[in-house]
């Protein structure tokens, strides 16, 4: 009688479905950040008085639920073995499309071009992300160029689009649905924190519990492992591309609502902040490894150290040095506490 011999993935997915296993929703390590934050908040408190206020933590959970859907996004990606860069285009010349598409031609300060109903700025925000995602895929799975080159490429692009379509100039004529979910409050606190936790949940949920969650993990760990289990490897990574990209017009959405207006340099330098948060949340730059809520304690700890440096007087001037410390920082605590190799 002849045994049959599955693949390696199989194994794992079979361990997977083990009760136990399926509650992997939330690890230990996901908690390693935990003691960092209290510490951010004492030396906060030490720092200024004002740290504990609940107008200054209602600002910087509101500053945080604007870049964790970016590095949401990018965690999805990450843990699918691949990378976008373009995410910190994708977030201004979303709305900035949306707009130039909705708003009229004349009257205002920004010339649009009126062909769509204000009440469609969102989803035509929405798609534009969409679409951009969905290139990207094509790109990186079709034509099968270089991943970190494609998404570099398509960030300059994208970014030189919106400055040739805004003029250099900031657009202030943002529609009352942008700024619906920028501004409004719901329970006490700002809509956009609330949605960010629900989105934070869906996806947490999904890599835990789904199928097709989990095989991002597999994907990400073995292709070709996956690929023999029979993952659709190239449709899920694709899919994870274009929600990625969704999701970065989404904080569009809710950082152009936030502030008003959408300015010709949006997101300029996020990405350097989207990896830092992911890298010392845990996510694995080589793919298969981390958990969303992981990634999400990553934010809120690079949140709270700009906001103890602004309250404690420090300029504005020493943040992207900071940012890039973090960012060699994380890579050296992620290379040790891995054990591998960062090629």
Not at 1 to 12: A, S, Y
Not at 271 to 290: N, P
Not at 291 to 314: E, S, W
Request: charged letters at 15%; proline letters at 4%; one cysteine or more.
């Amino acid at each position: 009688m002849t045994e049959t011999i599955r693949p390696p993935v199989l194994d794992k997915e079979r361990d997977d479905d083990h009760p136990l296993s399926r509650l992997r929703f939330i690890r230990w390590s996901d908690f390693s950040l935990v003691p960092v934050i209290l510490v951010l908040m004492v030396i906060g408190f030490i720092v200024s008085p004002v740290f504990l206020t609940s107008n200054n933590l209602i600002s910087v959970v509101q500053q945080s639920s604007e870049l964790s859907l970016l590095v949401l996004g990018q965690a999805l990606i990450l843990i699918c073995g691949r990378m976008d860069l373009s995410l910190e285009s994708t977030i201004g010349i979303a709305p900035v499309i949306a707009m130039w598409m909705v708003l009229p031609s004349e009257g205002g300060r920004f010339a649009g071009l009126d062909i769509l109903p204000v009440w469609s700025a969102i989803p035509a925000c929405l798609l534009v992300g969409l679409v951009v995602g969905v290139i990207n895929g094509f790109l990186i799975l079709k034509l099968r160029v270089n991943g970190f080159i494609a998404t570099l490429g398509m960030l300059t692009m994208l970014r030189g689009l919106q400055i040739g379509i805004t003029e250099g100039k900031s657009i202030t004529d943002v529609p009352e649905s942008f700024r619906y979910l920028g501004k409004t409050d719901w329970l006490g606190a700002p809509a956009a924190v609330w949605i960010c936790l629900a989105l934070f949940a869906i996806g947490g949920a999904s890599l835990a519990w789904l199928r097709h969650g989990r095989s991002l993990y597999a994907i990400g760990g073995n292709p070709e492992a996956a690929r023999a289990a029979g993952v659709r490897v190239d449709r899920i990574t694709w899919i994870v591309l274009a929600i990625g990209g969704v999701l970065a017009a989404f904080a569009g959405i809710l950082y152009t609502g936030h502030y008003g207006s959408v300015a010709a340099t949006q997101g300029n330098g996020w990405i350097f902040q989207v990896f830092a948060a992911a890298v010392i949340g845990g996510i694995s730059l080589k793919g298969g490894r981390g958990t969303l809520f992981g990634a999400l304690t990553g934010v809120l700890t690079l949140q709270l150290v700009v906001n103890v440096m602004t309250l404690g007087g420090v300029p504005a001037l020493w943040n992207q040095f900071l940012n890039g410390a973090i960012i060699i920082v994380a890579l050296v605590i992620s290379r040790f506490a891995s054990g591998e190799k960062q090629d």
